[in-house]
């Protein structure tokens, strides 16, 4: 079992910034992928960005491209998830997700999911 629980959510107003924090516990938090996810009221989930066990594998959703930036740190078995250039459509609550395989992640089937945390962006 991994357990995840994310922080660092608010109210911020456009074009500000936020970091986004989720810290695992349980197996061996290196050994697994790790991806952000975000739904909004009444939309589907959509995948933000997602990073391989080491770092060396990024990947982000097309509307985040060159505004969000994800990262991890093994030795404190957190990733997070910089959000610069905020805008009101980023509002969203904001899911952290973990799985041993990148593919599952890549397509939303993860096994390890956090409770979210809230993050709305004021215009």
């Known amino acids: 079992q991994v357990q995840l629980v994310e922080s660092g959510g608010g109210l911020v107003q456009a074009g500000g910034s936020l970091r986004l924090s989720c810290a695992a516990s349980?197996?061996?938090?290196?050994?697994?992928?790790m991806a952000w996810f975000r739904q909004a009221p009444g939309k589907e989930r959509e995948f933000v960005a997602a990073i391989g066990w080491s770092g060396g594998f990024i990947r982000y959703g097309d509307s985040v491209k060159g505004r969000f930036t994800i990262s991890r740190d093994n030795a404190k078995n957190t990733v997070y998830l910089q959000m610069n250039s905020l805008k009101p459509e980023d509002t969203a609550v904001y899911y952290c997700a973990a799985d041993q395989n990148i593919a599952t992640i890549l397509r939303g089937s993860c096994a390890y999911w956090g409770q979210g945390t809230q993050v709305t962006v004021s215009s």
């Open positions: 349980g197996r061996t938090f290196s050994n697994y992928p």
